[in-house]
């Protein structure tokens, strides 16, 4: 006997992969599905859609919202208004040929309409759960952000501060100074610092390089390395003592400063 094919089964059948079909009308599409192809491929992705509702929890919701989820959650609400709102003809034919009590229509759409309801209510957790991750990854971009904005406030500052008491004691009334080629030197207390303008910007893998002569040395020694700005101004302040340095000089070296000069100073100047 060919098994004839109906569409009007496919509601049905959703409600069969649920679990929710009374047991007789189940017993007789199972049958059914077992003789027609599109049948039993609309079941078997119904089941997965299931399957996916049970494991909502370990999926994304992507993956929850797919089109088996879509279809299965058409296919119950389909026959919940069907079974919910029946006319009067069907129902006379839901008592004369199925003889379903009226408890059981009412219990069945109850299930299946509980269970569309959790299945948008999980899909609903889990875009929330996946939102709130995606906001809380926002926020620690921001806050990272803030942070490292507060930091370079912080060194700017103290930077400022820096450049004001170097400024101070250029202009301090006790302090001496020694002029050199285009800047001046300043002693002032236990510090030397060095104020030059018209500095060239020099090529890549070189730099300026302080020098001392320690009172009593042969030899200089030295200091630090140091580049200007962009208007060719140097405020630097030299880490040796005063009172231990007998004369300076700056000169170009290597990137990383030198041992011994390797270039003709740009000027030696005695601090006594």
């Not at 079941?43 to 909502?56: G, I, K, P, Q, T």
């Not at 919701?61 to 026959?79: K, N």
Request: net charge neutral; hydrophobic share 45%; glycine share 4%.
């Amino acid at each position: 006997m060919t098994t004839v094919h109906d569409d009007a089964r496919f509601d049905s059948i959703a409600v069969l992969a649920l679990g929710a079909l009374p047991p007789a009308e189940a017993r007789e599409l199972e049958a059914h599905i077992a003789e027609c192809e599109l049948c039993r491929r609309e079941y078997d992705e119904m089941r997965a859609a299931v399957d996916a509702l049970a494991l909502s929890a370990e999926v994304t919701p992507a993956e929850f919202g797919g089109e088996q989820c879509a279809r299965l959650r058409s296919r119950v609400m389909d026959s919940v208004r069907a079974s919910a709102a029946p006319t009067t003809a069907a129902k006379v034919t839901m008592l004369a040929e199925r003889r379903r009590p009226v408890a059981t229509w009412i219990a069945y759409a109850a299930a299946a309409a509980a269970l569309v309801l959790a299945i948008f209510s999980t899909w609903n957790l889990a875009t929330l759960r996946s939102e709130n991750a995606a906001n809380q990854s926002q926020l620690a971009l921001l806050q990272a952000q803030l942070d490292a904005q507060d930091r370079s406030t912080n060194e700017a500052r103290a930077q400022l501060m820096l450049e004001e008491s170097r400024l101070a004691d250029l202009i301090a009334p006790g302090a001496t100074r020694f002029a050199v080629q285009d800047g001046v030197v300043v002693r002032s207390g236990r510090r030397i610092l060095m104020a030059l303008r018209h500095l060239p910007a020099l090529p890549k893998g070189k730099t300026y390089q302080a020098w001392t002569l320690r009172r009593g040395a042969k030899a200089v020694s030295p200091s630090i390395t140091f580049a200007p700005d962009a208007t060719g101004l140097a405020l630097i302040e030299l880490p040796e003592s005063a009172g231990n340095v007998a004369a300076v000089a700056v000169s170009v070296e290597p990137e990383g400063g030198s041992k011994q000069p390797t270039s003709k100073p740009n000027f030696v100047r005695s601090l006594s």
